[in-house]
């Protein structure tokens, strides 16, 4: 009997183990020195058991199922009254408990208002790892955290709607807000004739005999979380397009009409329930006066794609996690991939979009922090855009760069990066696509002139240090004098701008080889866009850097 004969085919081996028992957070160092340098080392401490819960075997697998058992909508109960409830498997509700109870939600306003001078940082860079989990369920806790600026429109309703919204205590079901421990927000902007331009929407508003009460007529083509307790909504009102607020449950305990026509059969994003709404009498509270809809919900909007970029940060970084674990583990062709330098090449390349993104966001999410300064405030205004458009934008190549890491097991429902790939388009698209935010870019350059210096001012901060990071930020001023009013050349101007920030960051605060690797490959002739062809340098020091460890 020969050799071959004896193998114990079931038995695995060269396969890497998974990637459990790992700190999100404490292992991401990119992220725990954004944490250290915009806030305090304390804050690391905070998130430590965040990231610990989030690397588990126990929410990786809350991830899946939550996942492969969709939600589902009951348009009516068993004795045929109308109650359009959407049900969730399980881990959706184990995954969104604790989403709510680290206070990724809409807790950071309250500590703001309290004098906490980090709270949305704290709560960025726990989005951003919780995320890890699963992305889909980000979307009902980010839409809450979105709500309370725009709710502030009118202090009388902000204060009945946000102690709800900012409540550590996940409360689903449909009551009334007087019954409930905690609340979570939804929107509807979107309409089937118009998409993002909302100022298209022909959904009307009429008001009631009782004061600053209006009944909506209409049809809502996106909104997110139907099962959420109260919407923001844009209507039509005879002063012109105006924002309201619509409870999913009245006072009196009553349903309000609202019809959930169907969910949205989506690409990715399937543990998450979207939805078209049919309006038809619906009782809403008007939010700020008639005809300003778009000025009140446009905080909401800025919140929002601070999340987007978050969330597509959080993909790029779970995805590299998976493949530097990988090929820390696999061998092939002799040796450890890892030791390959074709895959150091990647992985390295992969390693510092990471990094760039996760510095981007966080330093947007610290200018939130400071309301008050007024180049805070420009920056965060022209740099949402840029980094919504761009970071959003790079995800998907990244996403698949890093599945192609893992081969054939790439490829696999098991491995968690076909979810992650599905998942990848969805924040570029979500609030606005990339030429919305490439076009909102020439908006502010063209209407609010301090945005350009305060761009300038946060760039400039690098200046000298790098010869190729100079020589983009000239270039790019050049574009900017050449196409500031093109609507052409918008997508290219907003790559250039979003990128010599990242650099600015990566130059100033990442170690010399992930800012070498960024400036010599992003700002050089020869980069072609594809991962993987980074000119040779310490890339196995930049590997060693991302690869997760075991807690």
């Not at 604790?98 to 990724?104: I, K, S």
Request: hydrophobic share 40%; glycine share 10%; net charge negative.
């Amino acid at each position: 009997m020969s050799d071959r004969s004896t193998l114990d085919v079931r038995t695995a081996t060269n396969q890497a183990p998974p990637l459990v028992g790992h700190n999100v957070v404490t292992s991401d160092l990119a992220l725990t020195e954004a944490l250290v340098r915009h806030g305090a080392p304390g804050l690391v401490e905070e998130l430590t058991a965040l990231g610990a819960e989030a690397g588990t075997a126990e929410a990786r697998e809350h991830g899946m199922l939550a996942n492969r058992h969709h939600p589902e909508l009951t348009s009516y109960d068993r004795w045929g009254n109308r109650v359009d409830e959407v049900e969730f498997h399980p881990s959706w509700h184990w995954l969104m408990e604790r989403a709510v109870g680290h206070g990724l939600q809409a807790a950071p306003w309250e500590q703001q208002r309290a004098g906490d001078p980090h709270a949305h940082l704290r709560r960025a860079a726990g989005f951003l790892a919780w995320s890890q989990t699963e992305p889909g369920h980000g979307c009902p806790i980010s839409m809450t955290y979105a709500a309370v600026p725009a709710l502030r429109a009118d202090e009388a309703i902000a204060e009945e709607w946000t102690p709800l919204l900012a409540a550590r205590s996940y409360d689903p079901g449909v009551r009334s807000r007087s019954t409930k421990t905690g609340a979570l927000a939804g929107m509807g902007m979107t309409e089937k004739q118009g998409g993002s331009d909302v100022r298209a929407n022909q959904t009307r508003a009429t008001p009631t005999t009782d004061d600053g009460w209006y009944r909506l007529d209409g049809h809502k083509w996106f909104t997110s979380a139907p099962m959420n307790d109260v919407f923001l909504v844009l209507a039509q009102a005879d002063g012109g397009m105006t924002c309201f607020v619509v409870p999913r449950v009245l006072e009196d305990g009553s349903r309000n009409r609202i019809d959930v026509v169907r969910l949205k059969d989506k690409l990715g994003n399937r543990s998450n329930a979207s939805s078209e709404l049919e309006l038809n009498g619906t009782l809403a509270q008007r939010l700020g006066d008639e005809g300003r809809g778009v000025r009140t919900i446009i905080e909401m909007v800025a919140a929002t794609r601070l999340d987007c970029v978050l969330g597509s940060a959080a993909l790029m970084r779970h995805a590299l996690a998976e493949a530097s674990w990988h090929v820390a583990h696999r061998s092939a062709f002799g040796g450890l991939l890892v030791d390959k330098p074709l895959m150091q090449n990647v992985v390295a390349d992969l390693a510092v979009e990471s990094e760039a993104a996760t510095a981007l966001a966080m330093r947007l999410a610290a200018a939130v922090d400071r309301p008050d300064d007024p180049h805070e405030v420009a920056l965060r205004r022209i740099a949402l855009p840029l980094a919504k458009f761009w970071v959003c934008k790079r995800t998907p190549a990244m996403v698949a760069e890093a599945l192609e890491c893992l081969g054939g097991n790439g490829y696999v429902e098991d491995s968690g990066l076909p979810l992650m790939f599905r998942e990848s388009p969805l924040n570029s698209i979500w609030e606005g696509s990339g030429n919305v935010n490439a076009l909102d870019v020439l908006r502010a350059l063209g209407r609010e002139p301090e945005v350009l210096q305060a761009w300038i001012t946060e760039v400039g901060a690098a200046r000298g240090a790098d010869s190729r990071l100079d020589r983009a930020v000239d270039d790019t001023l050049a574009l900017l004098g050449e196409a500031a009013g093109l609507e052409a050349g918008a997508r290219r101007l907003a790559g250039r701008m979003a990128a010599c920030l990242q650099g600015s960051l990566l130059v100033r605060f990442a170690p010399a080889e992930v800012a070498d690797a960024f400036c010599g490959s992003r700002f050089g002739t020869s980069y072609g866009g594809t991962f993987g062809m980074l000119d040779s340098g310490s890339l196995r020091e930049v590997v060693d850097r991302a690869t997760p460890r075991p807690a």
